[in-house]
């Protein structure tokens, strides 16, 4: 190799290393993790009566957090990328907000507006939805961490749509709504679902605002279990008691049962899904 081809090389070398840096700073963790926790102690979070208590309800409370996102996030996000109106930068600024907020600072302002005595902690007891020490907490907190990615996921979807396909639906006949589900949306979904399972993994990690709202959570509906925490809470207690020897086992389960959901959605994703594939035009 010449000394010109060796400088023409020299860049992509370097770029390289650094990806390859980068690469084992996101894997190497996870490695050391599960090494230090071994296949025993993995094997003794899974047995553990209260640990799996805690993963139950917090698949719970992230489904339920992750549905209400998609129900308020997706529109939010058709809305910014296809309409015009003031305050339009304003609105995409407050959707940015969840996202630099410390999250414990979410934990204490979420505790003051939903206190007992303010309008919106009047109404959460109106409507039986328990906030403090209950899955309403936990979701609330979830909601409120998460829900941005979904809307900006959303948002770029809706912006990618092809108009001419779009207006040749409707050229075709269909209406407005039909134009929506067998277009705009089936063309959004793989954006939509990476803001959803974005959302997902944000709730279930979450840490600061669950030791403020819902530390502890008790019965009520839809948790009908014992009294128990969300799994990334059970394992700051395990950390707090008995060390690394009892954290770690229950965080690589946590790490295992993350990556399995994960790649299943990516699976669904790249086979994509059968009502997705009856667009106007199949």
């Known amino acids: 190799m010449g000394a010109p081809d060796l400088l ?22 996870i490695v050391a993790l599960v090494a230090y926790a071994g296949a025993a102690g993995i094997g003794s979070a899974a047995a553990d009566a209260g640990f799996r208590t805690s993963l139950e309800f917090t698949l719970l409370a992230s489904g339920v957090a992750v549905g209400l996102g998609l129900l308020t996030g997706v529109p939010l996000g058709y809305v910014l990328a296809r309409y015009q109106f003031p305050g339009r930068s304003v609105v995409e ?4 907000i969840p996202v630099v907020i410390p999250h414990l600072v979410v934990g204490i302002a979420l505790l003051l507006l939903f206190r007992p005595s303010t309008p919106f902690g009047q109404l959460a007891h109106a409507l039986g939805l328990p906030v403090f020490d209950a899955i309403w907490g936990v979701i609330l907190v979830m909601l409120y961490v998460g829900a941005s990615y979904v ?11 092809d108009a001419e396909a779009l207006e040749a639906a409707r050229s075709l006949g269909a209406s407005p709504t039909e134009a929506f589900l067998t277009v705009t949306l089936p063309q959004a979904v793989r954006g939509v679902l990476t803001g959803a399972l974005l959302m997902w993994a944000r709730g279930v990690s979450e840490v600061g605002g669950f030791l403020i ?22 394992i700051y207690q395990l950390y707090s008691i008995s060390g690394l020897p009892g954290a770690t086992a229950a965080a690589s389960l946590l790490v295992f049962i993350a990556l399995g959901i994960f790649v299943a959605i990516r699976l669904v994703d790249r086979t994509g899904m059968a009502w997705a594939r009856g667009a106007w035009f199949s």
């Not at 809307?151 to 749509?161: D, E, G, H, M, Y």
């Open 151 to 161: 809307v900006l996921t959303s948002q770029l979807a809706f912006r990618s749509i």
């Open 213 to 234: 709202l819902a530390y502890f959570v008790s019965p009520s509906v839809p948790w009908t279990g014992p009294p128990t925490s969300t799994a990334s809470v059970y």
């Open 93 to 96: 600024s407050f959707v940015l």
């Open 8 to 29: 023409r090389a020299l860049p992509r070398a370097f770029a390289g290393l650094l990806s390859a840096s980068l690469v084992g700073l996101f894997v190497l963790p």
